[in-house]
Protein backbone atom coordinates (compact mmCIF):
# COMPACT_ATOMS: atom_id res chain seq x y z
CA UNK A 1 0.00 0.00 0.00
CA UNK A 2 0.96 3.63 -0.46
CA UNK A 3 0.36 5.78 2.00
CA UNK A 4 -1.10 9.06 1.10
CA UNK A 5 1.81 11.70 2.42
CA UNK A 6 -0.38 14.32 4.82
CA UNK A 7 1.28 17.63 6.47
CA UNK A 8 2.60 16.81 9.68
CA UNK A 9 0.18 18.10 13.03
CA UNK A 10 2.16 18.04 16.26
CA UNK A 11 -0.02 17.01 19.04
CA UNK A 12 1.14 17.48 22.34
CA UNK A 13 4.22 15.38 22.54
CA UNK A 14 2.65 13.16 19.03
CA UNK A 15 2.93 14.28 15.62
CA UNK A 16 0.98 12.79 12.64
CA UNK A 17 0.61 13.05 9.49
CA UNK A 18 3.82 12.32 6.81
CA UNK A 19 5.22 8.84 7.46
CA UNK A 20 4.85 9.24 11.08
CA UNK A 21 3.43 5.95 12.66
CA UNK A 22 -0.81 6.52 12.37
CA UNK A 23 -2.00 6.61 16.43
CA UNK A 24 -4.96 5.29 18.03
CA UNK A 25 -7.38 7.34 20.23
CA UNK A 26 -10.14 7.11 21.89
CA UNK A 27 -12.67 9.26 23.86
CA UNK A 28 -13.53 9.05 27.36
CA UNK A 29 -16.96 8.11 28.01
CA UNK A 30 -17.17 9.02 32.03
CA UNK A 31 -19.67 11.95 33.12
CA UNK A 32 -17.47 15.29 32.83
CA UNK A 33 -18.22 16.66 35.88
CA UNK A 34 -17.12 13.22 37.67
CA UNK A 35 -13.30 14.39 37.64
CA UNK A 36 -12.08 11.24 39.41
CA UNK A 37 -13.99 9.03 37.02
CA UNK A 38 -12.55 10.43 34.37
CA UNK A 39 -8.78 10.70 35.55
CA UNK A 40 -9.36 6.98 36.52
CA UNK A 41 -10.60 6.16 33.07
CA UNK A 42 -8.25 8.26 31.02
CA UNK A 43 -5.51 6.25 33.18
CA UNK A 44 -7.23 2.56 32.13
CA UNK A 45 -6.91 3.81 28.34
CA UNK A 46 -3.18 4.81 28.66
CA UNK A 47 -1.93 1.44 29.96
CA UNK A 48 -4.53 -0.27 27.17
CA UNK A 49 -1.98 2.15 24.59
CA UNK A 50 -4.14 4.60 23.81
CA UNK A 51 -2.17 7.11 22.36
CA UNK A 52 -4.15 10.57 22.26
CA UNK A 53 -7.15 10.72 24.57
CA UNK A 54 -10.34 12.66 23.96
CA UNK A 55 -13.12 14.13 26.19
CA UNK A 56 -16.22 16.76 26.28
CA UNK A 57 -15.59 19.85 27.77
CA UNK A 58 -19.26 21.62 27.08
CA UNK A 59 -18.95 24.58 29.11
CA UNK A 60 -15.81 26.62 29.85
CA UNK A 61 -16.21 25.22 33.99
CA UNK A 62 -15.67 21.68 32.70
CA UNK A 63 -12.37 22.29 31.25
CA UNK A 64 -11.10 21.62 35.12
CA UNK A 65 -11.22 17.81 33.67
CA UNK A 66 -8.48 18.98 31.07
CA UNK A 67 -5.99 19.87 33.43
CA UNK A 68 -6.88 17.03 35.77
CA UNK A 69 -6.05 14.36 32.76
CA UNK A 70 -3.33 15.74 32.29
CA UNK A 71 -1.40 15.66 35.14
CA UNK A 72 -2.52 11.40 35.53
CA UNK A 73 -1.37 10.56 32.05
CA UNK A 74 1.13 11.58 29.70
CA UNK A 75 -0.77 11.30 26.47
CA UNK A 76 -2.20 14.02 24.62
CA UNK A 77 -5.56 15.35 25.78
CA UNK A 78 -7.83 16.72 23.18
CA UNK A 79 -11.12 19.17 24.31
CA UNK A 80 -14.40 18.25 22.26
CA UNK A 81 -16.03 21.49 21.94
CA UNK A 82 -19.59 21.80 20.58
CA UNK A 83 -20.94 25.27 20.74
CA UNK A 84 -19.58 27.38 23.25
CA UNK A 85 -15.95 28.95 21.71
CA UNK A 86 -15.60 30.10 25.83
CA UNK A 87 -15.01 26.47 26.72
CA UNK A 88 -12.50 25.87 23.71
CA UNK A 89 -10.47 28.98 25.51
CA UNK A 90 -11.02 27.65 29.05
CA UNK A 91 -9.57 24.03 27.73
CA UNK A 92 -6.70 25.91 25.65
CA UNK A 93 -5.63 27.65 29.07
CA UNK A 94 -6.26 24.10 31.01
CA UNK A 95 -3.50 22.79 28.50
CA UNK A 96 -5.26 20.73 26.23
CA UNK A 97 -3.08 19.65 23.56
CA UNK A 98 -5.59 19.47 20.46
CA UNK A 99 -9.37 20.79 20.16
CA UNK A 100 -11.86 19.29 18.08
CA UNK A 101 -14.68 22.18 17.07
CA UNK A 102 -16.15 22.91 14.26
CA UNK A 103 -15.70 26.44 13.38
CA UNK A 104 -18.56 26.65 11.44
CA UNK A 105 -21.29 26.04 14.92
CA UNK A 106 -19.97 29.01 17.06
CA UNK A 107 -21.28 31.85 15.70
CA UNK A 108 -19.60 35.40 14.85
CA UNK A 109 -16.39 35.12 12.69
CA UNK A 110 -14.94 37.04 15.96
CA UNK A 111 -15.49 34.11 18.35
CA UNK A 112 -13.71 32.17 15.28
CA UNK A 113 -10.91 34.34 15.45
CA UNK A 114 -10.39 34.31 19.18
CA UNK A 115 -9.95 30.25 19.19
CA UNK A 116 -8.02 30.47 15.94
CA UNK A 117 -5.52 32.86 17.81
CA UNK A 118 -5.42 31.18 20.90
CA UNK A 119 -4.85 27.99 19.22
CA UNK A 120 -2.29 29.86 17.12
CA UNK A 121 -0.55 31.15 20.03
CA UNK A 122 -0.28 27.74 21.67
CA UNK A 123 0.62 25.65 18.71
CA UNK A 124 -2.45 23.73 19.19
CA UNK A 125 -4.03 21.71 16.34
CA UNK A 126 -7.76 22.12 15.89
CA UNK A 127 -9.49 19.32 14.36
CA UNK A 128 -12.83 19.56 12.16
CA UNK A 129 -15.36 16.73 12.69
CA UNK A 130 -17.83 16.54 10.39
CA UNK A 131 -20.25 13.96 10.82
CA UNK A 132 -23.04 13.00 8.03
CA UNK A 133 -25.56 12.77 10.67
CA UNK A 134 -25.24 16.91 11.19
CA UNK A 135 -24.03 18.84 8.24
CA UNK A 136 -25.23 22.27 8.18
CA UNK A 137 -28.56 23.51 6.56
CA UNK A 138 -27.41 25.08 3.60
CA UNK A 139 -25.02 22.14 2.63
CA UNK A 140 -27.40 18.99 3.18
CA UNK A 141 -30.15 21.31 1.37
CA UNK A 142 -28.01 21.58 -1.41
CA UNK A 143 -27.55 18.02 -1.88
CA UNK A 144 -30.43 16.85 -0.32
CA UNK A 145 -28.77 14.32 1.49
CA UNK A 146 -25.46 13.56 3.57
CA UNK A 147 -23.80 12.23 0.39
CA UNK A 148 -20.26 12.29 0.01
CA UNK A 149 -20.13 15.30 -1.69
CA UNK A 150 -22.06 17.11 0.91
CA UNK A 151 -19.91 16.28 3.62
CA UNK A 152 -16.10 16.84 1.88
CA UNK A 153 -18.26 20.47 1.10
CA UNK A 154 -19.11 20.76 4.94
CA UNK A 155 -15.41 19.71 5.81
CA UNK A 156 -13.71 22.39 3.59
CA UNK A 157 -16.38 25.08 4.48
CA UNK A 158 -14.84 24.61 8.49
CA UNK A 159 -11.47 24.45 6.90
CA UNK A 160 -11.93 28.09 5.26
CA UNK A 161 -13.63 29.65 8.77
CA UNK A 162 -9.97 28.80 10.29
CA UNK A 163 -7.53 29.58 7.46
CA UNK A 164 -8.95 32.86 6.86
CA UNK A 165 -7.27 34.15 10.38
CA UNK A 166 -4.08 32.31 9.41
CA UNK A 167 -4.73 29.28 10.87
CA UNK A 168 -3.50 25.96 9.12
CA UNK A 169 -2.95 23.88 12.29
CA UNK A 170 -5.73 21.47 11.08
CA UNK A 171 -6.51 17.72 10.95
CA UNK A 172 -10.04 16.52 9.78
CA UNK A 173 -12.57 13.61 10.09
CA UNK A 174 -15.29 13.25 8.06
CA UNK A 175 -16.82 10.15 9.74
CA UNK A 176 -21.01 8.63 8.90
CA UNK A 177 -22.58 5.29 10.05
CA UNK A 178 -22.95 4.28 6.46
CA UNK A 179 -19.56 2.48 5.37
CA UNK A 180 -19.83 3.18 2.10
CA UNK A 181 -20.57 6.77 1.98
CA UNK A 182 -17.71 7.00 4.41
CA UNK A 183 -15.04 5.67 2.84
CA UNK A 184 -16.39 7.24 -0.50
CA UNK A 185 -16.12 10.53 1.70
CA UNK A 186 -12.46 10.21 2.89
CA UNK A 187 -11.33 9.16 -0.74
CA UNK A 188 -12.29 12.41 -1.63
CA UNK A 189 -11.70 15.16 0.80
CA UNK A 190 -7.89 12.74 0.78
CA UNK A 191 -7.90 14.01 -2.66
CA UNK A 192 -8.56 17.12 -2.35
CA UNK A 193 -6.68 18.61 0.96
CA UNK A 194 -3.24 17.56 2.38
CA UNK A 195 -4.43 18.09 5.91
CA UNK A 196 -3.85 14.88 7.39
CA UNK A 197 -6.96 12.73 8.46
CA UNK A 198 -8.67 11.62 11.60
CA UNK A 199 -10.29 8.24 10.06
CA UNK A 200 -13.14 6.53 12.03
CA UNK A 201 -16.91 5.40 11.38
CA UNK A 202 -19.24 7.10 13.72
CA UNK A 203 -22.48 5.60 15.77
CA UNK A 204 -20.79 2.15 14.94
CA UNK A 205 -22.42 -0.18 16.83
CA UNK A 206 -21.95 -2.39 19.65
CA UNK A 207 -18.48 -5.78 19.95
CA UNK A 208 -20.03 -6.60 16.81
CA UNK A 209 -21.54 -4.45 14.20
CA UNK A 210 -19.30 -1.86 15.14
CA UNK A 211 -15.87 -4.20 14.95
CA UNK A 212 -17.43 -5.24 11.54
CA UNK A 213 -18.40 -2.07 10.29
CA UNK A 214 -14.66 -0.23 11.48
CA UNK A 215 -12.89 -3.51 10.39
CA UNK A 216 -14.32 -2.13 7.12
CA UNK A 217 -14.76 1.44 6.85
CA UNK A 218 -10.84 2.54 8.70
CA UNK A 219 -9.26 -0.95 7.32
CA UNK A 220 -10.49 -0.38 4.17
CA UNK A 221 -9.11 3.11 3.92
CA UNK A 222 -5.63 2.05 5.29
CA UNK A 223 -5.22 -0.39 3.14
CA UNK A 224 -5.71 2.54 0.23
CA UNK A 225 -2.94 4.67 2.23
CA UNK A 226 -5.46 7.30 3.65
CA UNK A 227 -6.05 7.89 7.52
CA UNK A 228 -2.83 9.33 9.94
CA UNK A 229 -4.59 8.39 13.40
CA UNK A 230 -8.31 6.48 14.09
CA UNK A 231 -10.92 5.99 16.49
CA UNK A 232 -12.70 3.00 16.30
CA UNK A 233 -15.94 4.09 17.75
CA UNK A 234 -17.97 1.37 19.57
CA UNK A 235 -21.12 1.19 22.23
CA UNK A 236 -18.08 -0.65 24.68
CA UNK A 237 -15.88 0.69 27.41
CA UNK A 238 -13.32 2.71 25.61
CA UNK A 239 -10.47 0.61 26.36
CA UNK A 240 -11.93 -1.68 23.72
CA UNK A 241 -12.03 0.63 21.10
CA UNK A 242 -7.87 0.90 21.84
CA UNK A 243 -7.71 -2.87 21.91
CA UNK A 244 -9.95 -3.02 18.50
CA UNK A 245 -7.65 -0.21 16.58
CA UNK A 246 -4.71 -2.18 17.14
CA UNK A 247 -6.42 -5.10 15.44
CA UNK A 248 -7.25 -3.35 12.80
CA UNK A 249 -3.50 -1.74 12.40
CA UNK A 250 -2.40 -5.03 12.75
CA UNK A 251 -5.22 -6.66 10.15
CA UNK A 252 -3.84 -4.08 7.11
CA UNK A 253 -0.44 -5.11 8.08
CA UNK A 254 1.18 -2.57 10.36
CA UNK A 255 3.79 -2.86 13.28
CA UNK A 256 1.98 -3.01 16.07
CA UNK A 257 3.40 -4.11 19.74
CA UNK A 258 2.09 -6.72 21.20
CA UNK A 259 1.42 -10.30 20.27
CA UNK A 260 -0.54 -11.32 16.90
CA UNK A 261 -2.67 -14.35 18.08
CA UNK A 262 -3.85 -17.03 15.14
CA UNK A 263 -6.30 -19.96 16.47
CA UNK A 264 -8.27 -21.69 14.31
CA UNK A 265 -12.17 -22.08 13.57
CA UNK A 266 -11.95 -25.92 15.51
CA UNK A 267 -13.72 -28.50 13.41
CA UNK A 268 -14.73 -31.87 14.92
CA UNK A 269 -11.19 -32.69 15.64
CA UNK A 270 -10.81 -30.78 17.82
CA UNK A 271 -11.22 -32.49 21.21
CA UNK A 272 -9.78 -29.97 23.79
CA UNK A 273 -11.26 -26.87 25.00
CA UNK A 274 -9.60 -25.08 22.27
CA UNK A 275 -12.40 -21.68 22.25
CA UNK A 276 -11.70 -21.20 26.34
CA UNK A 277 -7.94 -21.36 26.33
CA UNK A 278 -7.22 -18.97 23.41
CA UNK A 279 -9.64 -16.61 25.10
CA UNK A 280 -8.00 -16.98 28.33
CA UNK A 281 -4.38 -16.87 26.53
CA UNK A 282 -5.48 -13.41 25.00
CA UNK A 283 -6.87 -12.08 28.35
CA UNK A 284 -3.80 -12.53 30.20
CA UNK A 285 -0.97 -11.57 27.59
CA UNK A 286 -3.55 -8.16 27.16
CA UNK A 287 -4.33 -7.77 30.99
CA UNK A 288 0.04 -8.50 31.48
CA UNK A 289 0.68 -5.80 28.72
CA UNK A 290 2.71 -8.31 26.62
CA UNK A 291 4.67 -6.37 24.23
CA UNK A 292 6.51 -8.71 21.97
CA UNK A 293 4.89 -8.63 18.45
CA UNK A 294 5.38 -12.81 18.61
CA UNK A 295 2.90 -14.56 16.28
CA UNK A 296 1.44 -17.03 18.89
CA UNK A 297 -0.85 -19.40 17.12
CA UNK A 298 -3.71 -21.67 19.14
CA UNK A 299 -4.76 -24.54 16.73
CA UNK A 300 -7.04 -27.30 17.23
CA UNK A 301 -6.07 -30.29 16.48
CA UNK A 302 -2.11 -32.29 16.34
CA UNK A 303 -2.88 -32.99 12.70
CA UNK A 304 -3.31 -30.00 10.55
CA UNK A 305 -2.69 -27.31 13.46
CA UNK A 306 1.51 -27.55 13.62
CA UNK A 307 1.66 -27.36 9.26
CA UNK A 308 -1.46 -24.40 9.32
CA UNK A 309 0.21 -22.40 11.86
CA UNK A 310 4.12 -22.94 10.98
CA UNK A 311 5.04 -19.25 10.24
CA UNK A 312 4.07 -19.25 13.95
CA UNK A 313 6.63 -18.49 16.65
CA UNK A 314 5.19 -20.53 19.03
CA UNK A 315 2.03 -22.09 19.04
CA UNK A 316 -0.23 -25.01 20.40
CA UNK A 317 -2.34 -27.82 19.10
CA UNK A 318 -4.91 -29.96 20.89
CA UNK A 319 -4.78 -33.56 21.31
CA UNK A 320 -7.22 -35.44 23.98
CA UNK A 321 -6.62 -33.17 27.19
CA UNK A 322 -3.29 -32.27 26.56
CA UNK A 323 -1.92 -30.12 23.70
CA UNK A 324 1.69 -30.19 21.68
CA UNK A 325 3.78 -27.10 21.90
CA UNK A 326 5.85 -26.07 18.69
CA UNK A 327 8.53 -23.59 18.14
CA UNK A 328 9.37 -21.83 15.36
CA UNK A 329 7.87 -25.02 13.43
CA UNK A 330 9.88 -27.64 15.87
CA UNK A 331 7.49 -30.04 17.75
CA UNK A 332 8.86 -29.20 21.39
CA UNK A 333 6.89 -31.57 24.11
CA UNK A 334 2.90 -32.37 25.17
CA UNK A 335 1.84 -30.02 27.36
CA UNK A 336 -0.43 -31.68 29.88
CA UNK A 337 -2.92 -30.34 32.85
CA UNK A 338 -2.18 -26.62 33.33
CA UNK A 339 -2.08 -25.90 29.10
CA UNK A 340 -2.69 -22.08 29.62
CA UNK A 341 -0.14 -21.81 32.53
CA UNK A 342 2.73 -23.56 31.02
CA UNK A 343 2.17 -22.04 27.22
CA UNK A 344 2.21 -18.77 28.90
CA UNK A 345 5.21 -19.24 29.96
CA UNK A 346 7.02 -20.59 27.07
CA UNK A 347 5.32 -17.65 25.16
CA UNK A 348 7.69 -15.19 28.09
CA UNK A 349 10.99 -17.66 27.82
CA UNK A 350 10.94 -16.45 23.88
S1 LIG B 1 -6.43 -27.05 12.65
FE1 LIG B 1 -7.43 -29.02 13.02
S2 LIG B 1 -9.08 -28.53 14.44
FE2 LIG B 1 -8.44 -26.59 13.53
S3 LIG B 1 -9.84 -26.34 11.83
FE3 LIG B 1 -7.98 -27.28 11.01
S4 LIG B 1 -8.42 -29.51 11.07
FE4 LIG B 1 -9.95 -28.51 12.39
Known amino acids: MTRQLKREVKIGNITIGGTHPITVQTMLNVPVKDIAGNVAQAKRVAAAGCQIVRVTVPTPADAAVVSAIKEAVDIPVVADIHFDYRAALAAL ?35 IGVNGGSLEKHILAKYGAPVPEAMVESALYHVRLLEKHDFDNIVISIKSSNVPRMMAAYRMLSAQTDYPLHVGVTEAGGNRMGLIKSGMGIGGLLLEGIGDTLRVSLTEDPENEVYAGYDILRAVGYAVAGPEIISCPTCGRTQYPMIEIANEVERRLRDEGFKKPLKIAIMGCVVNGPGEASDADIGIAGGKDEALLFIRGEKVRMLKGDIVGQFIDEIHKL
Not at 97 to 120: F, L, S
Request: hydrophobic residues 35%.
Open 93 to 127: DAGADKIRINPGNIGDDDRVKAVADACNAKNVPIR
